[in-house]
């Protein structure tokens, strides 16, 4: 069955093919893409346990990318999850104090973002092949931390395409800094801006936006492209790991064969726990998709009351990647529960730019019934990732301690006590001062990497080569630019 894509904000559903919307990205009307329906796994949970993570992968992209041949998505496959993961499992499951720990983070950058681009530029270049895209694909990017580092991960020495990150100079915790300023890859660029995460974001848009700018890059044989969250290349590959943490404890009869499990992601865009929506509407046995926030609790006050309202404070947590107050690919899920209706949703949507909010009708919360929101405290999270160590000896980073806090929230609430898998998506390597801080108040004075190696030391596990490599590495980029020259720096890396 052919799957394409239509914008959730397109009222007349123009469909384009897969590989066409991992090339655009975001729809022209500014809306997301979708697929036009969601396909069932047409492999039985039998035959998927006796997989490896690399056919699991095949056996859930094949069935959403379908202009995209067997060979030329095993090649992808193969090519992102490969010994870049310091585990041949890609995604381990570690079972602590009730839970199934999902560990999404043992890829080049440590945190689950590796997951999805890890496998992007492969898609990106197989796509533009495709199409007949003779130019060079540039990917630009405005990062607060993680995403940057993930995507020039994956993307750099990928033959056919480029990179530039931007970041606030002063913005970024000194591990990410180190992190992206440290990166090889002669395709790419790394630059420190003097000027907020918005500031990047706003340039980066304003470059996207401007036709001029298109028309030089063409002339010079090259095109902007984006790895953010909302490219549906990015989003698809995060519903294998839902399959295969499924099959997984199948396999190891820890369920037994059509047993709903219960999933809880730590959230900020929407997207990992979006995936996970379509995982079970694939047929994957999924009861409840735990939907965790942190102090940033837009989400769960609107699964508590159906509005969705961005007009608050932003608060600046210890799980910075969910400090977030629009998650887009919500919008995903209103258009949805809307009835793939495009023309409610874009009513919603123009709510949300106008006065910062919407409300979804009595009908279209109805369907919200399988989603459970909920959110911790930064106390609540220190607490969670303290009383985990304590108690079993494993830790995890401030993220999932959200979503270790949150489902303990929802257990206490419900007496559910399904097997249930936990997204565990940053290393605790990744935000060790806050981890230990969290464990012991009297580790706050102590320098970064000596937190590293007391880490390791407690929770028994060797540091990550990602943080190995940066004690040492050289730094390869030290561009820092005002924001107004962001567009000539971009022309001067591409030497046009
Ligand atoms: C990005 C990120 C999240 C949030 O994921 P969304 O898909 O944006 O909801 C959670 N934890 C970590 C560590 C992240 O990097």
């Given amino acids: 069955m052919v799957v394409n894509y239509v914008s959730t904000r397109d009222t007349k559903k123009q469909e384009i093919t897969a590989s066409q919307a991992i090339l655009k990205g975001l729809a022209d009307d500014g809306g ?22 690399q056919e699991v992968a095949y056996e859930v992209l094949k069935l959403f990318l379908t202009d995209f041949t067997e060979e030329e998505l095993k090649h992808c496959i193969n090519s992102a999850y490969d010994s870049k993961f310091d585990t041949e499992e890609i995604a381990p499951l570690v079972m602590a104090d009730g839970a ?17 681009l890890s496998i992007l530029p492969h898609l990106m270049i197989t796509s533009a092949r495709k199409n007949k895209i003779k130019n060079d694909i540039v990917i630009l990017t405005a990062t607060s931390g993680d995403t940057g580092k993930a995507a020039l991960a994956g993307f750099a020495d990928v033959e056919g395409t480029r990179i530039v990150v931007f970041y606030p100079k002063n913005g970024v915790s000194a591990i990410q800094e180190r992190q992206m300023v440290t990166q090889k890859g002669d395709n790419t660029h790394v630059v420190g801006i003097k000027g ?21 890059l ?18 698809v590959p995060q519903i294998a790991y839902y399959v295969y943490a499924y099959v997984k404890l199948l396999g190891e009869e820890k369920i037994s064969d059509g047993e709903t499990i219960n999933v809880v992601v730590p959230t900020g865009n929407f997207g990992n726990i979006l995936a996970a929506f379509y995982a079970k509407n694939m047929g994957l046995p999924i009861e409840k998709l735990i939907c965790a926030s942190n102090e940033n609790k837009v989400l769960y006050d609107f699964f508590s009351t159906g509005e969705y309202d961005k007009n608050r404070e932003f608060i600046l947590t210890n799980s910075p990647s969910m400090d977030i107050l629009i998650s887009s690919n919500l919008e995903r899920l209103i258009y949805h529960i809307a009835g793939n209706d495009a023309e409610k949703n874009s009513e919603l949507m123009e709510g949300l730019r106008t006065t910062g909010k919407y409300e979804i009708t009595a009908e279209m919360r109805e369907k919200l019934s399988s989603f459970y929101g909920n959110f911790a405290t930064e ?15 494993y830790i995890i980073d401030t993220h999932t301690g959200v979503a270790a806090s949150v489902y303990g929230k929802y257990k206490a609430e419900t007496g559910d006590d399904k097997a249930t898998v936990i997204a565990s998506t940053a ?16 580790y706050e004075n102590e320098e970064d990497f000596v937190l590293v190696d007391k880490l390791s030391e407690l929770g028994k596990v060797a540091v990550p080569n990602a943080i190995e490599e940066i004690r040492t590495a050289p730094v390869r980029h030290d561009t820092v630019v005002e924001v107004s020259d962001m567009c000539a720096e971009v022309k001067r890396f591409l030497g046009i």
Wanted: glycine share 6%.
């Fill in 32 to 53: 997301l893409f979708v697929p036009t329906s969601i396909p069932k796994l047409d492999k039985s949970l039998k035959e998927l346990s006796e997989m490896t993570y």
């Fill in 100 to 116: 199934y720990y999902l560990e999404l983070f043992h890829g080049a950058t440590i945190a689950f973002k590796d997951m999805a």
């Fill in 196 to 216: 907020n995460f918005d500031q990047a974001q706003t340039g980066v848009k304003e470059m996207f936006n401007d036709k001029e700018l298109a028309a030089e």
């Fill in 218 to 235: 063409d002339a010079a044989g090259f095109q902007f492209s984006s790895a953010n969250s909302i490219n549906i290349g990015r989003l």
């Fill in 379 to 393: 106390k609540e999270t220190g607490d969670a990732i303290k009383k985990l160590y304590e108690d079993t000896g």
């Fill in 427 to 442: 290393s605790p390597f990744k935000f060790t001062r806050a981890v230990m801080g969290a464990i012991d108040t009297d």
